[in-house]
C-alpha cells in the first residue's frame, strides 16, 4: 500500500501530471483499437492455432466397421421415389404418410402441429417423428437423426431424408444402441424445427424419450446419387457453439472413409495463412449472423438445450457428378450415430468456445479473446477520457451537470427501447409504414436532443459522450464472453465513432491552414456518422450479403443504379419482417436488440455532438497541462 501511495504522489503531485496524462488517454484508446485488429491478423498464424484432437476417448470415431451398403442402396433408391411423389403433396397427407412409414419399421411414430402467429402472420407447418427405444437402455437418454423436408435453402431434401429412413430402419437391425434414436423430420430447418425442439421439453409429447446428447442433420438435396464434398455447419445462435469433440468426430470419420470436408463454402485442403484467415473471418461473420435472415442449417435449432449437433450438407456439383456416391454419405452418418451412442455422459471434455481455421484447425477463446477485450476496452478508455475533461472545467456545477447529463443518456436509450418495441410488435402487413416511420423518426431526435444542450457548457457534451462510451465499453466487453463474433464485429463498426468525431468550434479560424483543417475535420465527421448509420448499414447488409447473387460483378454507378432500382420495396420489408421473426420466434437476441438498445444510442448521441458548436475541450486541456509543466 505504501508503495502504490508513493506512485500515486510521483504521478499526482506535481501540477500539470494530471492533465498530461488524461491528454494521453485518447491515444492510448486509439491504440487499443490498433492492437486489437492487429491481433486479429496473428490468430491466422500456425502458432497460435491448435490442431483438432479428441478428447473424449469414448467417443472412438472411425472405430467400427460400417455395414450401410449393398442391399441398402436399394431402399434408399425406393424411398427416394416415395419422397418425391409426396413433393407437392399437402402438408398433412405427407406427415401421415411418413409416420406410417416410421410405424412400419418399427418405430413409434407421431405427428407434431406447430403454429406460430404475430397477429395476421401465422406460420405454420407439420412436424414427422418417430422413437426407437434403445435395446441396452433404460431410456432416460437418446440421439436425434433429422433430415428436415426443406433445406436451408428452401429445396427438397430429397437424398437427405431418403437416407435417413432407410438408416432408422437399418438401426432397428442392431441391438448395439445404448441410446434411444429418435428420427426427425420437421417441415423446415427454422421456425418448424425450433418449436418441435421447444415443445419436446416444455410440454407433454405423444411419443417422449430421455435427454437428448447430440444429433446429426442430414442435408442432401437434389436428385442426383453423389457429391463433391462435405459442407459442416456448427454455428448457432446467439454465439453458442457444440462441443468441438462431435466436430473433430465427424472430420476423423471423413477421413477414414475419404471424404474431403470445407466448413464455411472455404477449400482449405491447403493450409496456408490465407486459406486460414478466410476460413476464420467467414466463421466469425456466421458466428455474428447467424439465424438473422434466412432459414438456418438446422443444426442452430439445438443450441440453448444442450444439444450438440452439427449439419452434414453434401455439396453437389451442378452436373451431378462426384466422388462420392449416396451410401457413402449414409455409412458417415452411421459411423458419426454409433459414436455418439459410445458417450458415457454428455459432452463437456472438449471446447464450447473457439474458431475453426479449417477443419483440422482451430483457435481456442484464450487465444482471440483479447481482440475483442482491447476493442471494447478502447470505449471505456475514452469514456474515461472525456470524464477526465469534464471534470477539469471550473464550471462549478460538476454535479448538476453530471446528472442532466445522465438522465439525457437515460431518455436516448428509452427513446431507443422504444422504438425497438414498435418495431418487434407491429403486424408484418405494417412493416413497410413501420420503416418510413422509424426512418423518419431518427433524424427528428438529433434535432430535438441538439436543442436540449445548445445553451449546455462544453463540459456537459463530454459528460454525455462519457457515459455513451463506458456503456457500450462494458456491453462489449461483456458481450464478448458470450458471443465474441458479434462484439467484435460492433466494436469494429463503432470504432469510428469513437475516435473521429470532433464538435464545430465557436471560436473563428486564424489561419487558412486552420481552416482547412477544420474542414476536413468536419467533413471526416460527417462521414463517420454517415457510414455508421444503423438503417443504412443495414440496407447496405441486405443489397450486398443477402442478394449477392444478382449483385453486379462490374461495379460503376450505371450497374448500382440499376441493381438498386430493381430491390423490390417488398422484398426488403420481407426481409426485415424475417429480422423480426428471429427475434421474436427464434429468440436470437444477438442483432435486433443490441441494434437498438446499444448501437441506435451510440449513434444518436454521435449527431448529437457533431451538430452542436461548443469549444474543443480536449484541445484547451493540452495546452492547459503544456502550460502548467512549462511553469
Not at 491448435?50 to 472412438?60: D, H, P, V
Request: charged share 15%; glycine share 6%; proline share 4%.
Amino acid at each position: 500500500m505504501t508503495i502504490l501511495q508513493s506512485i500515486r504522489r510521483q504521478l499526482f503531485g506535481k501540477k500539470g501530471t494530471r492533465e498530461s496524462l488524461v491528454s494521453l488517454l485518447p491515444g492510448l484508446s486509439f491504440v487499443l483499437v490498433l492492437a486489437g485488429l492487429a491481433w486479429l491478423f496473428v490468430l491466422p498464424m500456425k502458432d497460435q492455432s491448435r490442431r483438432t484432437y479428441i478428447s473424449e476417448n469414448a467417443l472412438l470415431p472411425g472405430q467400427a466397421h460400417t455395414y450401410f451398403h449393398g442391399s441398402e442402396e436399394h431402399i434408399v433408391r425406393a424411398f427416394k421415389e416415395e419422397v418425391r411423389l409426396l413433393k407437392d403433396a399437402p402438408d398433412e397427407k405427407r406427415a401421415r404418410t411418413i409416420r406410417q412409414w416410421l410405424s412400419d419399421i418399427g418405430y413409434k411414430s407421431a405427428t407434431h402441429n406447430w403454429t406460430i402467429s404475430h397477429y395476421d402472420d401465422v406460420k405454420a407447418g407439420v412436424n414427422v417423428y418417430g422413437v426407437l427405444h434403445a435395446p441396452r437402455g433404460d431410456t432416460t437418454e437418446s440421439m436425434i437423426l433429422c433430415a428436415p423436408w426443406l433445406n436451408r435453402d428452401g429445396a427438397l431434401n430429397e437424398s437427405g431424408v431418403a437416407i435417413s429412413i432407410a438408416l432408422a430402419r437399418y438401426f432397428t437391425r442392431w441391438s448395439i444402441w445404448s441410446k434411444d434414436i429418435i428420427l426427425l423430420i420437421p417441415s423446415d430447418t427454422s421456425f418448424g424445427l425450433s418449436k418441435w425442439v421447444e415443445d419436446y421439453h416444455y410440454t407433454s409429447m405423444p411419443v417422449s424419450s430421455g435427454s437428448i446428447q447430440g444429433g446429426i442433420v442430414l442435408d442432401f438435396p437434389g436428385e442426383g446419387e453423389r457429391f463433391e464434398n462435405l459442407e459442416i455447419f456448427y454455428s448457432g445462435l446467439n454465439g453458442q457453439l457444440p462441443n468441438l469433440d462431435l466436430i473433430n468426430t465427424v472430420v476423423v470419420i471423413c477421413g477414414h472413409m475419404g471424404i474431403k470436408v470445407i466448413v464455411h463454402d472455404i477449400d482449405a485442403s491447403d493450409d496456408e495463412y490465407e486459406n486460414r484467415a478466410i476460413t476464420l473471418v467467414s466463421g466469425i461473420a456466421h458466428q455474428a449472423l447467424s439465424g438473422l435472415y434466412r432459414p438456418g442449417a438446422g443444426s442452430e435449432a439445438f443450441s440453448g438445450w444442450r444439444i450438440d449437433s452439427v449439419t452434414l450438407a453434401a455439396k453437389t456439383s451442378r452436373n451431378g457428378y462426384g466422388p462420392y456416391d449416396q451410401m457413402l454419405y449414409g455409412r458417415l452418418v452411421e459411423a458419426s450415430m454409433r459414436s455418439i451412442n459410445n458417450l458415457l455422459e454428455h459432452f463437456h471434455q472438449s471446447f464450447f468456445f473457439y474458431l475453426l481455421l479449417s477443419p483440422h484447425r482451430f483457435v481456442s477463446i484464450a487465444t482471440y479473446l483479447p481482440t475483442a477485450m482491447l476493442i471494447g476496452a478502447s470505449f471505456t478508455i475514452k469514456g474515461i477520457y472525456y470524464w477526465m475533461s469534464s471534470s477539469s472545467t471550473k464550471t462549478g456545477k460538476t454535479f448538476d451537470e453530471a446528472i442532466s447529463a445522465f438522465w439525457l443518456f437515460i431518455t436516448i436509450v428509452s427513446c431507443s427501447i422504444g422504438l425497438f418495441s414498435l418495431s418487434a410488435w407491429i403486424p408484418s402487413s405494417m412493416i413497410a409504414s413501420e420503416v418510413f416511420v422509424v426512418s423518419a423518426v431518427t433524424p427528428i431526435l438529433p434535432i430535438t436532443f441538439r436543442l436540449f444542450i445548445s445553451a449546455k457548457p462544453p463540459s456537459y457534451i463530454n459528460k454525455l459522450q462519457s457515459y455513451v462510451l463506458i456503456f457500450v465499453g462494458l456491453f462489449l466487453t461483456t458481450l464478448s464472453t458470450l458471443n465474441f463474433s458479434l462484439s467484435l464485429m460492433l466494436g469494429v463498426i463503432f470504432a469510428p465513432l469513437a475516435h473521429f468525431l470532433t464538435p464545430s468550434l465557436t471560436t473563428p479560424p486564424k489561419t487558412l491552414i486552420e481552416c482547412l483543417e477544420r474542414f476536413f475535420t468536419k467533413l471526416m465527421s460527417w462521414i463517420v456518422v454517415v457510414a455508421t448509420c444503423p438503417w443504412l448499414d443495414i440496407y447496405l447488409y441486405y443489397l450486398i450479403v443477402v442478394k449477392e447473387s444478382q449483385f453486379p460483378r462490374q461495379l460503376s454507378l450505371r450497374t448500382l443504379r440499376i441493381f438498386i432500382t430493381n430491390t423490390s420495396q417488398n422484398e426488403f420489408c420481407e426481409f426485415l419482417s424475417g429480422m423480426m421473426w428471429s427475434w421474436r420466434a427464434l429468440g436470437v437476441w444477438s442483432f435486433v436488440p443490441v441494434l437498438f438498445v446499444v448501437w441506435l444510442p451510440l449513434w444518436l448521441v454521435s449527431c448529437v455532438v457533431v451538430s452542436v458548436r461548443a469549444p474543443q475541450i480536449s484541445t484547451n486541456l493540452r495546452k492547459k497541462g503544456k502550460n502548467r509543466n512549462d511553469g
